[in-house]
């Protein structure tokens, strides 16, 4: 009887993996307006019209989102760049000071950013996306959820990048990877 109820248990946390509550594989991506981005732009999900759309939510003061600022650059230019059907969008719903806009410009600069980043000051398209951690990848195809999740399997030594694997997926009409728990710092929503 343990036996089977842990089984149970393991089969309820194995199929919970795979939702982004209350955004759930299949559901469509939550429109947003007027994010404040580092380059000065505002921008708004009508602004992205691929097939294939990143969300990358990060920020400034989590130790393991600034452990993936180099990877996330990589795969931007290596994957994304000269790809027209990818669309891709960093986005820090954090509110601390080291996570506002100004510091947000900085770190772009830094770090050397060709995507666009925006700041989501209200936290309302990380609360629709159901994001919890820095960084989490949501991954739409035609406008569905299709990956939510890490970029990799290990912070020091990766060995699979879900995040290409998903992505290269949705090109050539494979199978997405199965979903994965985000690694990194909670994120900070307001409590007013």
Known sequence: MLRTIAALTSLVLVAGAC????LKVGDAMPSFSNLQTTTGKTISSGDFNQDVIVVCVTC????????????????YKDVVANNPKIGFLGVCVNNLDEDRLPAMKKRAEEKGFKFTYAHDASQKFGKDLGASKTPE?????????????????DQQKPTQNYLEQAVKACLSGAQPPKCTEPRGCGIKYDTK
């Open 60 to 75: 400034n003061h989590c130790p393991v989102a600034a452990a993936y600022e180099d990877r996330i650059v990589k795969f």
């Open 137 to 153: 990848f949501f991954v739409f195809h035609k406008g569905k959820l299709v990956y939510t999740g890490a970029m990799d399997d």
């Open 19 to 22: 939702v982004a509550a209350p």
